[in-house]
């Protein structure tokens, strides 16, 4: 006879995310198959209504003609330390002081720390992080200034930080350039080029399992309008603090994933990191207001990943470093690892609701890399 443990065997698989946590994989797993009518996959929230950030019934409706792909249960986020609503707008400017030159410098500190969050309800991941999060900090500066950045080591292995852009050999943040061991201390410096949506990394050996751990992070450098007058409006509405870019929603997003029990496959993929986290809390968007995402993929084991937009379609800039669009008017696109991009759209013809952006590979979206916009009218 097939027993009940077998079953659950075959359907706990490391392509399974258990929402209620893996640590309770028993009695979770028992519960779903006591509703199995209801619930097309253990550890997911089936076809019962979910309560989204303010009990929204069309949340929970919506959530569940889409098959109910949801996890079970809440993470902790004041214990990760980082909020995933507020961690899509917060920008790290760092600290400005000027050189004898009179340009800007603009400098920034990192720390590498070792740290165990939780990545879906009741799954901890043994991270290494830079500044405590996963993704590390939103770091942000304009075309041409002067960087430096202070990198501490308070981790167990050497780490490093290796920046995509332009800068000499000696600050790459390779073996012999920037990788350091518990302990010690080096300074980045180099000129903000180009203007872009970019990526940082550590860059120590093993490096994929450097990367999987959480030493990642989004990295912009926005334009100088000055050194484009032919196209200075559009370059100021990506110059953060200007009235142009005020006017824009902008938002940093990291696409990751977690290999939860270290066989070079993932179990968990996100937006930010936590598995359905903008699914559970809907991005609030304004209706009146253009929409402006910084899009970068650091998902390690996988070949690419890709963001799709229902109901809608978007402007895409490859890497950001050109201010005219790569692809006009799409809705899918795909990046393979440490590939990124800016994408740009408007609700303002949409009527106001929740519209859904995820991976367009199925299995991921799955996993945790599904989520809601939540469009509103301005309030008067």
């Known amino acids: 006879m097939f027993e009940i443990s077998d079953w659950l065997r075959t359907r706990l698989s490391r392509r399974m995310v258990l929402g209620a946590g893996l ?214 509405s990506r110059l953060l603090g200007t009235p142009e870019n005020d006017e824009w929603q902008e938002f940093a997003m990291v696409m990751n994933a977690f290999d939860t029990n270290f066989d070079d496959e993932n179990e968990v993929y996100a937006v930010n990191t936590v598995a359905h986290t903008y699914m559970k809390r809907p991005i609030p968007v304004r209706r009146d207001r253009p929409v402006r995402i910084y899009l970068v993929n650091a998902v390690e084991f996988d070949p690419i990943n890709s963001f799709h937009l229902h109901g809608n379609f978007f402007d895409y800039y490859d890497h950001g470093t050109n201010l005219t669009p790569t692809l006009r008017t799409v809705d899918t696109i795909t990046q393979c690892q440490a590939q990124r991009g800016i994408l740009e759209f408007s609700f303002n013809e949409h009527e106001p609701g929740l519209y859904m952006f995820h991976a367009h590979q199925s299995e991921f979206a799955e996993l945790g890399w599904m989520s809601f916009f939540d469009v509103k009218d301005a309030v008067a």
């Not at 309770?24 to 028992?30: M, R």
């Not at 899509?88 to 990192?110: A, H, N, Q, Y």
């Not at 061991?181 to 080029?193: C, L, R, S, T």
Request: hydrophobic share 35%.
């Open 23 to 236: 640590a309770a994989a028993g009695g979770s797993a028992v519960a779903a198959v006591g509703s199995a009518q209801e619930v097309a996959q253990p550890g997911y929230a089936g076809g019962k209504p979910h309560q989204g950030i303010a009990g929204s019934s069309h949340q929970s409706s919506h959530g569940s003609s889409h098959g109910a792909m949801m996890t079970v249960g809440d993470v902790d986020e004041a214990r990760n330390g980082f909020d995933t609503l507020k961690m899509l707008t917060e920008w790290d400017t760092g600290t400005v002081s000027r050189l004898p030159d009179g340009r800007v410098l603009r400098t920034f500190k990192i720390d590498a720390i070792d740290k165990e969050i939780e990545i879906a309800p009741g799954v901890m991941f043994p991270a290494w992080t830079y500044n405590g999060r996963v993704p590390g900090p939103a770091l942000r500066a304009t075309e041409g200034e002067r960087l430096r950045i202070v990198f501490r080591n308070f981790g167990s292995h050497p780490h490093s930080i290796h920046f995509h852009g332009i800068h000499s050999a000696r600050m790459d943040g390779v073996p012999g350039a920037g990788v350091i061991d518990p302990g010690e201390e080096f300074v980045y410096e180099f000129d903000a080029k180009p203007f872009g949506c970019h990526f940082y990394h550590c860059h120590a050996l093993p490096l994929k399992r450097h990367i999987h751990k959480g030493l990642y992070g989004l990295f912009v450098v926005d334009p100088d309008p000055e050194r484009r007058p032919d196209q200075a409006h559009v370059a100021r």
